[in-house]
């Protein structure tokens, strides 16, 4: 038996918590002129933008990646003092404090260079998010469900985690530092999706939904091939390119070595790669991360 | 009549020109270890890597865009004297001087986010460039020819612009800071062509080309929508974003601004797009680039 989700009184909507992911900065700026796009009667919704150094510099982040800095032990600690973190705090104190939040739900918008579509992270599997799940799909037919619930909200380093609730949006492919038009509307449409559902869940008046949707859970993540040196000697293979959600079996071509030597997959479960070759995740050499398909049942 | 190119005795193949563009940094490491797929018989092949900070900074440039620091007079002035004009001023030393370069041919390969696919860029149109370009389009079925040869070699302020002859390798799409493999194979190929078309030209041995190809000439370029105040407020319009090479006519749509107002292309010509939506050219806040097409006679 799951807790009942209170209701939903204020919503913060969150974009450019990484300074070149530009569909949620340019959002906001439009919101900021059409509110009625993120007005709901029965809950306040206000926007944050999370990181406009790192957006003036044209860059993910000045010094650290501010999606890992919500942790409870870093937000307390006050040597983690560089811009990122420092933002971090002032987030927190203008949207929490986690644990303990004056804001009931967050949605944090975010692009990534992989072609993850319209994609939905809940990091939760309480009824309000197998709902919330549930309803956006029926609503947006290429809208695709991924959970990151393998550790609980509080533990989760994410900014939305400061709220009680709180879910990323992920939409792409998108180049760092580009605007397209598609990507834009993707993530606008499922924004009020969220919304609207919020809405209806505050009045009780969420609709017939159906008993079950997909959804692709976080299992593991693959690192780009490295030499003993730890330099990089491979990429993602092209048959891999692009295959977000699309099924990885045992014995396919994972990576090809820069000498042109394919790396096949040895794992031993159907996988669902995605963020595959996002550029940002270059920095710690990662490759993908692998989910498995389940089903949810609402 | 056209003056008949000496021999090539020298070629120089150039990465990193710009430090976030992948794909020709990968393919120079890999020719370190496989130095026989640039290698031919009738001239010597050295590789540059051209902009090896801004690679490690993990961008286009530190201070400056390096591939527009190549005019004859920018690189007699001892004022610029910044990360990439340094970086300028010193590979014109080891290949050129530009106007009597000891390196007689300069391939530079790029990326862009734009989809281009595997573009050969001309910068002249005499006899051995029009046969370069012939040669390269009938052995890669889906190589496209664009022409930017509204100036004189000289007055380019391209790296390539060193030498008597030089090309732009640009292919695409790919974001920046990635490598996908489609793209790097593209670059990998289109570069083969070239050295087996220059190896075949100073043996007399170029083989029979159709007599004529289809090729796209630089025309115009335009900027995104701005405010009066010079604020970006819109984008380049779904229909037009990835459809770069082809045709846009009077009155289709062209932008859509971020008020959700369509803004159509007034152009009284059958243009070309290119380089569209290409996250380097934000800076600038440039939209695309527009060619006509044209017949080339080989």
């Known amino acids: ?35 009625s796009d993120i007005t709901r009667g ?99 037919a290429d809208a695709i469900v991924v959970l990151e619930d393998q550790v609980s909200m509080t533990e989760h380093h994410f900014l939305c985690s400061i709220a009680d609730q709180g879910v990323i949006v992920e939409v792409g ?3 760092q530092s580009v605007i397209r038009q598609d990507v834009l509307d993707w993530m606008d449409e499922m924004t009020k999706h969220i919304l609207d559902f919020i809405d209806l869940f505050n009045r009780n008046e969420v609709p017939a939904l159906p008993a079950t949707f997909e959804a692709f859970k976080y299992h593991e993540t693959l690192k780009l091939p490295e030499s003993e040196q730890g ?39 159907e996988a669902y790669p995605h963020f595959i070759n996002e550029a940002a995740y270059y920095d710690n050499n990662l490759a993908m991360s692998l989910a498995k398909k389940v089903t949810v049942t609402v």
Not at 23 to 34: A, E, M, T
Not at 62 to 83: H, K, T, V
């Open 173 to 175: 492919p998108q180049p």
């Open 231 to 269: 330099e990089r000697i491979g990429m993602v293979h092209r048959n891999v390119q692009d295959a977000d959600f699309k099924v990885l079996r045992h014995g396919d071509p994972l990576f090809t070595l820069f000498d042109g030597t394919v790396i096949y997959w040895d794992g031993d479960y």
């Open 42 to 140: 029965s809950f306040s919704t206000q926007t944050v933008f999370a990181n406009p150094q790192a957006f003036e510099a044209n860059k993910r982040y000045l010094d650290c990646d501010m999606n890992r800095q919500f942790g409870l032990d870093d937000l307390a600690n006050p040597d983690l003092a560089n811009y990122e973190q420092s933002r971090a705090k002032a987030i927190n104190a203008q949207l929490g404090p986690k644990g303990d939040a004056k804001t009931d739900f967050i949605i944090d918008l975010h692009n990534t260079t992989s072609n993850m579509g319209a994609s939905l992270i809940l990091l939760r599997q309480d009824t309000f998010n197998r709902q919330l799940g549930a309803y956006v799909k029926a609503n947006m």
């Open 1 to 35: 038996m799951t807790t009942r989700t209170k209701r939903i009184n204020n919503v913060a909507i969150v974009g450019g918590t990484h300074g070149n992911e530009f569909s949620g900065i340019y959002l906001l700026r439009k919101w900021q002129q059409q509110a």
